[in-house]
């Protein structure tokens, strides 16, 4: 099962890398399959499948940046930690553990992945012209991926309370 998530994860990766704008801004959906990671198996191993998920995409879309990977892994711990071995029964709480994930995954791209790709070319510098320049595409891809957890877990409830039984 996990070989199968990491191979989802690179396929959805790779299929995100053809989806830029620029060099600097990926619209991302491989947080999809991180997410069913840590429902079911729950934060490093979520974190683990990012990792190498983003490790074998790179193959197909570019190089390999390790510390984009390490950020990968920490939005892998991130969902972990919020949605493993939770029973999402309450909407409310879903939500806003959503939000929290959302937020703090946003955080991390505006500033860590930011410093990140400006500091090997791939974004303008200095650093806050290089937010400033992501901020747009960070504020779609953080009210896509909230949207998208939340469609998750409402239509597969049944699949996934199947999957973690």
Known sequence: MVAMLIAL????????GKLRIGTFSKFSFNFISVYFTAVLFGPFVAGFVGVVGDFI?????????????????VYGVVFGVLFYNKENKKTKAFIFKAFIATIIIAAVDIFAKSFILMKVGYAPSPLNVAIITRIPMIA???AIRFVVLIIIEKGLTRVLNTIRQ
């Open 9 to 16: 994860t690179a396929i959805l990766g790779f299929i995100s």
């Open 57 to 73: 995409s790179a193959i197909g879309t570019g190089p390999y940046l390790w510390m984009i990977g390490l950020m990968e892994f």
């Open 140 to 142: 779609v891809m953080t």
